[in-house]
């Protein structure tokens, strides 16, 4: 099933030279990458920082000297300096907050996951078309170097046929509690296969556990599946002694090994395969060559994934563009997290995606 993620809404035009005027609601451990981000991007101006605790806000102003700070988000909406908000409260907030922002007239970034359920989502894109407004979604992974760069190689298919994506993060925490390990981790491979291979899975399987009484599920592996013989599979835990972050995608060409914790070389393409030689008629006779040629890891550039988030948020401001990381697109995430959880009600039943 291809994907079509954008939206047949035009954003109203910035005018080209205006400084677009920039709040970030949500000061905890995501904000303040996207205060320093944004504080760095030509042409935007950080003029304020909400959080409900108050002691958070300290730190903002080494960020941004004479950023004001506010304890009520909804001081800031009716701020006429401010073109745009930054979203990074808690994932049971992102709806409310992402609404009064948009009915307010202003350009929306929400983090990830965009809303906790798909009618929330499809709501916050009719409010942002109906306004003209930009609605991005903090898919941070499809705006690294690396993940770009597996883009190009499907794209160009240097990988072949996309065979498999199986992918493991784990680390020890940090435990939610207002979404799952589903909702906070697998989150992330979700964008990440709707961008790499431009194609939505057609139903989701997935099993998980909580360990800790009356909490969310810490742990939990996920299936999609596609059309064509491609399967995805996502492991995901908040309960392991050591971090992983690794995706393993195979192909008929190449494979590839990405380890996003790797300092350098994060991205390895090997030469590795199989060849299947002999008749067709009788498969005992069918026998298995294996390819085993080079690896090399290309080179990526260094530049921060948010930095370019940001640039791109706000060129899309100012051009009037549907982002990348549009609304429609953090909708599709969130169908899938929503089907993945049904399922683990049902004992990892699959669940058809429409
Ligand atoms: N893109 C990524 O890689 C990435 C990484 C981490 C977190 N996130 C996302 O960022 C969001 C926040 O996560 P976090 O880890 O920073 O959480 P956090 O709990 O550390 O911070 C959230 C902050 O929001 C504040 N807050 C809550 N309600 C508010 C309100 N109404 N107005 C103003 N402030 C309010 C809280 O006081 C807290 O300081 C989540 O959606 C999460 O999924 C994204």
Same mark, same amino acid.
């Given at each position: 099933m291809?994907? @079509?993620?954008?939206? #047949?809404?035009?954003?109203?035009?910035?005018?080209?030279?205006? @400084?677009?005027g920039l709040a970030v609601i949500g000061y905890g451990y995501w904000g303040p990458n996207l205060v320093r981000n944004f504080a760095k991007t030509e042409g935007v101006e950080v003029v304020a920082v909400s959080d409900l605790d108050p002691a958070k806000l300290a730190g903002a102003k080494r960020l941004v000297p004479g950023i004001q700070q506010t304890t009520d988000f909804r001081d800031l909406l009716t701020d006429t300096r401010i073109d745009a908000v930054a979203i990074a409260t808690p994932v049971h907030t992102h709806?409310?907050?992402?609404? *009064? *922002?948009?009915?307010?007239?202003?350009?929306?970034?929400?983090?990830? #996951?965009?809303?906790?359920?798909? *009618?929330? *989502?499809?709501?916050?894109?009719?409010?942002?078309?109906?306004?003209?407004?930009?609605? %991005?979604? /903090?898919?941070t992974f499809i705006y690294t170097p690396a993940v770009r760069k597996i883009r190009d190689l499907i794209r160009d298919? &240097? &990988?072949? /046929?996309?065979?498999?994506?199986n992918s493991t993060r784990a680390s020890l925490g940090l435990f939610q509690t207002d979404v799952n390990v589903i909702w906070d981790l697998a989150v992330h491979d979700m964008s990440i296969i709707q961008y790499i291979l431009n194609e939505a899975p057609i139903a989701v399987s997935a099993t998980g556990v909580s360990h800790l009484e009356g909490r969310p599920e810490n742990l939990a592996h996920v299936a999609l599946f596609f059309e064509r013989n491609c399967i995805a599979h996502i492991s995901v835990n908040w309960l392991s002694p050591v971090k992983i972050r690794q995706i393993v995608i195979g192909g008929s060409s190449k494979m590839i090994m990405y380890d996003d914790l790797e300092a350098t070389e994060k991205i390895k393409v090997y030469d590795k395969g199989v060849t299947v030689n002999g008749s067709q008629q009788d498969v005992h006779q069918l026998k298995v060559g294996y390819r085993a040629g080079d690896m090399w890891a290309p080179h990526l550039p260094a530049k921060e994934a948010l930095e370019t988030e940001a640039e791109h948020f706000v060129a899309c401001i100012r051009r009037g563009e549907v #982002?990348?990381?549009?609304? %429609?697109?953090?909708?599709?995430?969130?169908?899938?997290l929503e089907a993945a959880c049904k399922s683990i009600a049902a004992q990892g039943a699959p669940i058809p995606l429409s």
């Open positions: 291809l994907l @079509t993620l954008q939206s #047949p809404a035009i954003c109203r035009n910035f005018a080209s030279a205006q @400084t677009v709806y409310e907050i992402a609404l *009064a *922002a948009i009915k307010n007239g202003k350009h929306v970034l929400v983090e990830k #996951p965009l809303a906790q359920t798909a *009618a929330q *989502a499809q709501h916050l894109i009719e409010e942002a078309e109906r306004r003209g407004r930009v609605l %991005m979604v /903090d898919h298919r &240097v &990988v072949g /046929d996309v065979y498999y994506y #982002p990348i990381s549009s609304g %429609m697109s953090g909708l599709q995430v969130v169908k899938i």
